[in-house]
């Protein structure tokens, strides 16, 4: 069974940092592409970014808004997933989801398997 | 304001049918597969269609997916109470080199 587990979340200042995780289980974390999607309060879904299996080159891509301030990492050794993020704002507040992309059939992209999240809140 | 659109909202009786539209360009839908997922607050979503109509193994046939040009629509028969929930349709944007979804339809069954 695919399980993915974020933890990291909490309150913090805008202009402050925080590192969120992601432990995955139940498939072969390092093939896998994995992605980040958050939803901030009254909001729609939000795609973060996303880093490749290292076979595939291991790059990271990122949507606009946190493009230089977020970074994502993998530790395949660990099975886990990272979301470091710098110099958050308030439009950052948000619940962050740990999901898996395109696992069935490992091309086009779509998120077949999703964490319960992690509320992150940016505020003063 | 999302790139893809959805309508904010639909509503159904019980066991009829709806569906839910989502619009985009030939930058996104119309070269890229769509996908499209459920949302109950609180929760994990869940994706009930990829590659445009494929449904993952435990998402009932009552789902259905299809892709025309640059929209696409997430079809559900039979509806029931359960089926209460917020949709999203997502896809690939090729110009934004990102993931993009649409604004979410709240569906409700009354």
């Known amino acids: 069974e695919v399980q993915l587990v974020e933890s990291g979340g909490g309150l913090v200042k805008p202009g402050g940092s925080l590192r969120l995780s992601c432990a995955a289980s139940?498939?072969?974390?390092?093939?896998?592409?994995m992605s980040w999607v958050r939803q901030a309060p009254g909001e729609g879904l939000e795609w973060v970014g996303r880093?490749?299996?290292?076979?595939?080159?291991?790059?990271?891509d990122y949507a606009a808004p946190v493009k230089g301030r977020f970074t994502i990492s993998r530790d395949d050794s660990k099975t886990t997933l990272y979301l470091q993020m710098n110099n958050l704002n308030t439009e950052d507040t948000a619940v962050y989801y740990c999901?898996?992309?395109?696992?069935?059939?490992?091309?086009?992209?779509?998120?077949?398997?999703w964490g319960q999240g992690t509320l992150v809140t940016v505020s003063s | 304001q999302s790139v893809l659109t959805q309508p904010p909202s639909v509503s159904a009786a019980p066991g009829r049918m709806v569906t839910i539209s989502c619009s985009g360009t030939?930058?996104?839908?119309?070269?890229?597969?769509v996908s499209w997922y459920r949302h109950l607050p609180g929760t994990a979503p869940r994706l009930l269609i990829y590659?445009?109509?494929k449904r993952p193994s435990g998402i009932p046939d009552r789902f259905s997916g299809s892709k025309s040009g640059t929209s696409a629509t997430l079809g559900i028969t039979g509806l029931q109470t359960g089926d209460e929930a917020d949709y999203y349709c997502?896809?690939?944007?090729?110009?934004?080199?990102?993931?993009?979804f649409g604004g979410g339809t709240k569906l409700t069954v009354v």
């Open positions: 999901t898996t992309d395109s696992l069935l059939t490992g091309y086009y992209t779509y998120f077949d398997y």
């Open positions: 139940g498939f072969t974390f390092s093939n896998a592409r």
């Open positions: 880093i490749k299996s290292k076979s595939d080159g291991g790059t990271t």
């Open positions: 030939s930058s996104n839908i119309g070269n890229n597969y």
């Open positions: 590659e445009n109509n």
């Open positions: 997502g896809t690939w944007d090729s110009s934004l080199s990102a993931v993009v």
